[in-house]
């Protein structure tokens, strides 16, 4: 067996790019990633939590396998050597967690998220609120102290963070996942070997690394406040609110670091856009395919459902133990804005969906799907 590397102590006058190099060394050491990417991307998101003030926004991070034993804690073990205050917890209640946060700064690193959200992401909606808020600098919750004989005040304690979360697939709300980027881990291959976790040796060996980062972040941070990195291109919005801070720390890191960032952005992002599309967007897509190829803007409820039960690969024919109704199809387009609408058909006054209209449908496709070449919001009567 190939013996282990030796990590020397790191003068604290070294550059921002081999620091970054060091952490991503010793990262790779433990874990086996499913891409060249994740190390330098933990590098990055190791550095930010030292100077997550410097940032409006503070990405979650998350490490999601389909089945135990893929190597989630191994990651958040090595993290909690090189990140700010870091916590190691296994749920906790939304009360604790805050409190914890607010009596910061702290990174919060949660194994077995599996106990706090059930399948499909559902459950514990306090924790939920309080991760989806301290992804902003700005968020509070307030709490109410005191009692009646004295009478209550409102306390508003602050809730940014940085948080990693690690969990089994499935598990997790969409509103944390678009707020994070997520390392998708796997079993390892019996071929594929790590370094074994030994705590005093990591401790002794991380020391010098994590000092060194923490004395370099600390000394640009100021330079991270007023920082406005070029996104690759395609990368907008929530996406680049997310990566933001790991650029610029790129960035100000030199080295192959800005370019190396960028690739590591775009393959996260990438590979976030692949991931399968929630029900409702699922539905929209039927939807689309279905005015698509009737050539009409409008179509009964009863002609919608018939079609939609009948797709073989569709969810649509058995929705949590029965198939689609006309009340759950309503309820699933109303978030978006569209809605139930009277029309007439042969003569006869109906009730279904059309694609224009306040209530219609053009609307949420535009907002929510791929533009599609022959759309039907083109070419589609009114009459």
Known sequence: MTAALRVLPTPMSLPGHEILDQVRDFVARFSVFPSEHCAPMLALWYAHTWVADAFYTTPRLILSSPEPGSGKTRVLEIAQHLTKAAEMTAGGSAAALVRMVAAGPITVLMDEVDAVFGVGGSGNEDVRQMLNLGYKRSATIPKTKGDPASGFTVERLPIFAPVALAGLAGRMPDTITTRAITVHLRKRRHDEHVEPYRESKIVRQSEPIREALSAWATSVGDGLVEAEPEMPHGVDDRPAEIWEPLLAIADLAGGHWPETSRAACLHFVTAASAQPMSDGVRLLGDLRALFTSRGTDRISTVEILAVLRSMDEAPWGDMYGKPL???????????????????????????????????????AWARYLPVEQHSTQEGVSCD
């Open 325 to 363: 109704n006309a009340r759950a199809l309503a309820t699933e387009l109303s978030v978006y804005g569209v809605k139930v609408t009277a029309f007439k058909n042969n003569g006869t006054t109906v009730k279904g969906y059309t694609v224009n209209g306040a209530n219609g449908l053009a609307d």
